[in-house]
């Protein structure tokens, strides 16, 4: 039987969730506080999770709710910034994961979407300016380190 709230649903038709969906963001220094923010997600949580490690050597299985998807990436695998020789600096991996995530998930705006980002500074500060000044998510919407004061005086 066909649920009369998805009743009017075809396959032209959006069907827009309204449950919040997880970001979670995080690289070798900040493992620990991950794993604590995914532990305290519900067990229905969904989303993605990206993690900036040094070498695939550091990759190991993280325990998330069941419809998170976790993304490992190591730097060693990976270039530095397109065009150049350079080798992949911390912050780069996961500030380039998140954008073509973000332009794909939330082609439509941020809807509810919340962001949790550990981590080193730079690949925090560019994945949280890229959230705000590109995706259109409000600072509150984000968790960031309160030493990093990104969302204070924004």
Do not use: K, N
Request: hydrophobic content about 40%; proline content about 6%.
């Amino acid at each position: 039987m066909i649920q009369p709230e998805h009743a009017s649903h075809t396959g032209d038709t959006a069907h827009h969730d309204d449950r919040v969906q997880f970001l979670v963001v995080g690289d070798e220094t900040s493992l620990a506080q991950v794993q604590s923010e995914l532990a305290v997600l519900p067990l229905c949580a969904r989303g993605r999770v990206f993690i900036e490690v040094p070498t695939p050597e550091d990759i190991f299985v993280l325990e998330v709710p069941l419809r998170m998807t976790v993304t490992w990436l190591p730097r060693s695998t990976r270039a530095g910034r397109p065009g150049t020789a350079t080798s992949c600096a911390p912050g780069e991996a996961v500030t380039r994961a998140v954008t073509a995530w973000s332009a794909e998930m939330l082609c439509d705006g941020p809807g509810s979407t919340s962001a949790i980002l550990t981590g080193d500074y730079r690949g925090v500060v560019e994945v949280y300016d890229h959230l705000v000044d590109t995706v259109g998510m409000t600072a509150e919407s984000i968790t960031a380190p309160a030493a990093f004061r990104l969302q204070s005086g924004r």
